[in-house]
């Protein structure tokens, strides 16, 4: 393929070196040779040139009208036109309808059969489907038959020349393209910061966590070192302390006690008196 490419790309630059000398019928009879010629699909530079322009106003006018259909339009634009231009070898009438996939392509990438035979005017399926191969080997389009379905399906084509005043519908198109881009553009930034706002939050949000987390550990460190060391005296001492008394207990039951038998005493004597 890469081969081939190189190949067209020097019979074009030949094609264009002679049409720039050629004039007349030697010009007319040039382009019918370019327009047979394998390999070649634009003609926009063989177009711009002033003694191809100057066709358009003279005897060879159908042919400077061929021209432009093999440059923008399809085989049914010559079907239309067919009585006021020169007829087409078989070559040029498959470069043509070549073209003509290549312009439905462009609309849609799963073409009917029924689309394509109606479109190149073949008569049966098989015509078409080496129709079909003849433009993947020329790499004209790339893309698989779906038989089943019955439709050409497109991956790749070749783009097509480009009349002039069809320029500005692209350059508005591609403006429009851009600020749509510019729009996605700004949103994905909104959101880039957005998110790096929330970032810095969890981050601040999980360093306060951190600091509270290690004050609790702290605090429960020196909570338990305070009662580990309350409870870390010596047990039988302990046990002292709960089976003896304090002091002053001791003397204030001693008083009760010597309080009580006076009591007892007395009231004995006062019995004993009586009687």
Not at 10 to 18: C, V
Not at 28 to 47: K, M, T
Not at 126 to 142: F, G, K, M, N
Not at 151 to 173: K, N
């Amino acid at each position: 393929m890469a081969a081939e490419g190189k190949v067209t790309g020097q019979s074009q630059e030949q094609f264009l070196l002679l049409a720039k000398a050629a004039r007349g019928a030697a010009l007319a009879s040039l382009i019918h040779q370019v327009l047979e010629a394998p390999g070649i699909y634009v003609f926009g530079e063989l177009l711009d040139m002033p003694a191809v322009r100057e066709l358009a106003d003279s005897e060879f006018s159908p042919v400077f009208r061929l021209l432009t259909i093999f440059a923008y339009g399809t085989y049914a634009d010559y079907l239309a036109e067919a009585a006021n231009l020169p007829p087409l070898t078989e070559a040029q009438k498959n470069k043509l309808r070549h073209l003509s996939v290549v312009t439905l392509a462009a609309k849609i990438k799963c073409i009917p059969y029924s689309v394509l035979l109606e479109q190149l005017q073949l008569k049966n399926v098989r015509q078409l489907e080496d129709l079909v191969i003849e433009a993947v080997y020329a790499d004209v389009l790339r893309g698989s038959l779906d038989q089943r379905n019955q439709r050409l399906e497109v991956d790749y084509s070749i783009g097509r020349d480009i009349r002039r005043e069809e320029l500005s519908t692209i350059t508005r198109t591609l403006q429009e393209w851009c600020q749509g881009c510019e729009v996605v553009l700004s949103g994905i930034e909104e959101q880039v910061s957005r998110a790096n706002q929330h970032k810095e939050q969890q981050l601040a949000l999980k360093q306060q966590i951190e600091s509270e987390v290690a004050n609790l550990k702290k605090t429960i460190k020196v909570t338990t070192a305070a009662a580990a060391a309350a409870t870390s005296q010596d047990p039988e001492q302990h046990l002292t302390e709960l089976r003896e008394p304090a002091p002053g207990t001791n003397q204030r039951q001693a008083s009760k006690k010597t309080s009580k038998a006076k009591g007892l005493r007395g009231s004995a004597k006062i019995w004993s008196k009586s009687n």
